[in-house]
């Protein structure tokens, strides 16, 4: 038979066995956990992500249409500046303007 330090030995063995499948168990445990975590937060930071793009793209092209629309605005005062510098056109005075009528058709007298 085995003594009584050899069961002790033994038993000792089998917990300290236990005790580090144990440990080993609920450290893989943890880790599965912590991986399903990161995944839902790279899942939510993802979405995030494509909505602060979406409304990027959306505020480029607002972005582009004001810029045109700028430059339309800007043309019509460019084009009477240009007018009178490089052409020398000029509005005349209105002792100068001639209106001239045209005769009316049948049609307008209704």
């Known amino acids: 038979m085995k003594s009584s330090d050899e069961i002790e030995t033994t038993e000792n063995k089998v917990v300290k066995k236990v005790v580090a499948y144990t440990v080993l168990v609920a450290l893989v445990f943890i ?17 995030e992500l494509s ?22 605005f800007g043309a019509t005062a460019q ?24 005769p009316m058709t049948s049609e307008q007298n209704k």
Not at 33 to 45: G, I, L, T
């Open 79 to 102: 084009i009477g500046t240009r007018a009178v510098t490089q052409l020398r056109m000029f509005s005349p005075p209105a002792a100068e303007t001639v209106v001239i009528s045209l």
């Open 31 to 47: 880790s599965a956990m912590m991986v399903v975590f990161q995944v839902f937060e790279y899942r939510h930071d993802y979405r």
């Open 51 to 72: 909505s602060y793009m979406r409304e990027r793209d959306d505020l480029n092209a607002e972005w582009g249409r004001l810029l045109i629309e700028q430059q339309t």
